[in-house]
Structures are given as structure tokens and as C-alpha cells.
């Protein structure tokens, strides 16, 4: 995701890289899949998840951190990224109230927003999620946010931004699209754990246990094969002319574009069932225990990166250099804030 920011000639080989989606798609999708596996585990102790509001406030903590110290910056030391701020520069007192409230979010600045506001979503909705009886309540307990998103493709977002002041930037994730995919994450995760119970107790009443993982494994050839195909398709090694912006938009989640990433969540899923260890890695290990830091720092070395001048962000071998070097720092970050042991 770093490198994907950092701009090209690095980004032209890894945005994308898959098919008609991008990390983003991933790094909501997991938080939502990997937020509900917590959930479950911390059900007995804490059946209200107070710890997502918690994680909610610490999230918000940062993003208005970053916020006031980027702003800072840009009014005091690099004018040159002070378009980014602009409407907070022109309405000061109106932009603390939006900002803080999480509407006012300039570039690059959208996502822990969404993350708090999720957060907050899923400690009332992932309580249901774990009380869930069978896959059928998980599935009726999705639908509203497939609903949602059926109105995000035709214009929910735009309705809404309206009552709001124009000079706001809402950020370029519509947030009534992407709480899908991170509420589908979710409820993967506790559809997955029925199937897995329904599996292990051939004995129940219901005549479709087991059923459902054996169903996903037969569709794993099926699904890779899409996923190949919308590979060569987005490459354009296939001479078809590519969908419309609708079926692929990134802002709003197009229909293509998310079946294309849910495929390759299946995929990933298949793999991870073959071969366990097979995409265990102690360097992104050690980043995701620091997810929060890692990406609120690149944040900030994003913005210094688009200060720097022209004549060394787009020539190499700086183009090149810097955002390796970026990548390393985030990791050393990362080491830095492991306990001592």
C-alpha cells in the first residue's frame, strides 16, 4: 500500500497488480474478517466489545493528531503541500467542528475515519454477528450492508454530502460502499465458524452440515480461473474492451470489482487451507501488530514525499530509493514499538 501511494515507477508493476482491485479492498476486508475472530474470542469477557470503542477512540486520537500536525506543517514549513488543506485554511473554525466530527477529511486522510466509524458500527452489529445460531441469521445480519451498498452504487453518498457545507472534502472512499466489504470480512468470519461447527458434528439435525466447505472447496477451481481471467482482462491480455466505470469504480465499490477481490479472498482462503504456513511472513507479521502506527506514519511520509521537487520525485533513482527506503523505515518503526522482551 505504501509503495502503491509512493507514486510510479513502482506503483505501475503493484497497483492493481491482480486484477480490477486494489490493497485498500484487502486491508478493509481482513480488518473486518480478523475484528470478528476478536469479537468472538473476547465475547465471554467483554459482550459489549467496548475494546472496538476503545480501539474507535485511539484511532480517532491519531487521525486528529496527524491532522493538526500536517497542517501545521504545511502552514509553517512546506507551503507546498498546503493545497491539500486549503478548505481548512479558508474556514478555520467551521473545519475543527467537521473535522472532528470526521466529515471534513482531506486526501490521504480518509481512512482511519472510516475505521472509526466502522469500529463504532461493529461494536453493536459484531455481538449479533457472534450470537448468530446458524449461517442463515449471519446472512440476514449481512444483508442491510449489501443494501447500503446497492444505494451507494446509485448515488446514497452524494445525497447525503449534500446537506453538508460544498467546501468539504469528504475523502475519496464513499463509506457507504466500503463498510461492505469490511462487513462482508466480518461475516465470512462468523459464516465460516458455523460451517466449521456444522462440519465437525455430522450427528446435527441440520441436513446441510458440512456441506458449505465442501461446497467452497469444489468452487476453488472455478473461482481461480475467474480470477485468472480478470487478471489477463484488467492487464488487457485479453482483447476485450474493459468494463465501464460503474462495474470497476474504486470511490464506490463496482459490482466487478468486488467479485473480482472476493475471488481472490477465496483463493487466498484456499491456500491458507492447503498450505498454513505458506503466506506467514515475520516481516509483514511484525508491521501488523502495528497497523495503527505503521499507517499513520506513512501518511506523513507520504506528504513529505509529494513536497519534495519534481526534479527527484519523478526521476531515478529516487523515485525508486525513497519509497524502499520508506517501506524499511516503517518496518524499523514497527520493531521500535515491539516490547522488550
Known sequence: MTLDHFGRPISYYLYQCFGFFSAAEGFFF???????LAATSKQAKDPSQSWMRSRALRIWKYHCITLISLCIIAAWFLPTIAGNFKHIFQHPLESILWSALLINTPEWLDVLPLYVVFLVLGSVLFPLFVKAKNKTQVFLLWLPSFIVWIGALFGLRDAVNSIF??????????????????????AVAAWWKHAKAESAAPDTADLGAGKSIRVVQKLTPTVIAALAFCFLWSHQFIPLQLPVDFWTNKV???PLRFANFFCFMMCIGWIIRTWPAALDFKVTNLIGRHSLDVYTAHIVLIYFWFATPGSIRYHAPWNVLVPIAACVLLWCLSKAREPRK
Open 30 to 36: 481482513l480488518s473486518g474478517f480478523v475484528g470478528m
Open 165 to 186: 457545507p460544498s467546501w468539504i472534502h469528504h475523502g475519496d472512499f464513499d463509506p457507504f460502499a466500503w463498510q461492505f466489504i469490511y462487513f462482508t470480512g466480518a
Open 252 to 254: 464506490h465499490v463496482g
